[in-house]
């Protein structure tokens, strides 16, 4: 079967979600895997085009992500009520340069799923969810085993101490998020948010050189100032 699924995939073009995160990166790594060619990344960015809308990432470090792994980023600046249009918009423009379907790294959140299979029939194009209905300690231990490195940038304040910012996702981090009552383990419910600096379709390592802790709207986050690449 797996076979099979390789076959029907092979070298059809997709977009990947994109929040510079651990799961749409897994689901990437996933995708590949099965055969499908990852043309681009998508990223939605607030209206001054400075921050990421998922997990208030910079746009310029997600550039600098962006060129690690050699996959295009395509960046959309939009308010909140725009969106969805905006999304459908960029989505439209890939379908032109021949992107017949995306991929999506969300595992349980219902309401996730029918928005991206919305969005992508609008453009026409097929929602792929890698990751779906996946158990979460699992998917942790398989985005470990296959040499994916990140660190967490975000936590909501309410659950997660500033000692939590900066952490590397390895087995420590899964033993010890699940001690914590009312956390999901892979923060499907936003309780934490990750950067990934490297992996085995990244082609150079992201070096975080500059970072500042700070607090906004119930959210911890340590913001990269500076960033660059080096050689693996």
């Not at 897994?26 to 499908?36: E, N, R």
């Not at 017949?100 to 792929?128: L, N, P, S, Y």
């Not at 992996?199 to 990269?224: A, M, N």
């Amino acid at each position: 079967m797996e076979k099979v699924l390789r076959e029907e995939n092979l070298m059809e073009k997709v977009f990947v979600s994109w929040s510079g995160g651990k799961d749409c990166t897994l689901a990437a790594y996933k995708a590949m895997a099965s055969g499908f060619k990852v043309g681009y990344l998508v990223n939605m960015a607030t209206e001054n085009g400075r921050k990421s809308w998922t997990h208030g990432l910079s746009s310029e470090v997600l550039k600098v992500q962006s060129r690690a792994m050699g996959i295009p980023l395509v960046q959309g600046q939009t308010t909140s009520e725009a969106y969805e249009d905006t999304f459908v918009k960029i989505l439209l423009d890939l379908k032109q340069k021949g992107v017949t379907a995306g991929i999506f790294g969300d595992i349980d959140v219902q309401a996730h799923r029918d928005w991206v299979e919305r969005v992508c029939r609008k453009a026409g194009m097929t929602a792929h969810l890698p990751l779906w209905q996946r158990d979460q300690n699992g998917l942790l231990r398989d985005f470990i085993a296959a040499g994916f490195e990140a660190v967490v940038v975000n936590v909501k304040a309410d659950l997660l101490g500033e000692e939590w910012l900066g952490r590397k996702i390895d087995s420590d981090f899964v033993r010890d998020i699940n001690k914590l009552k009312g956390i999901t383990p892979c923060g499907e419910a936003g309780e934490y948010h990750t950067f990934v600096i490297n992996g085995p379709f990244f082609k150079q390592r992201v070096e975080i050189t500059e970072t500042k802790r700070s607090l906004q709207d119930g959210h911890r986050f340590l913001e990269i100032l500076k960033c660059g690449l080096k050689p693996k």
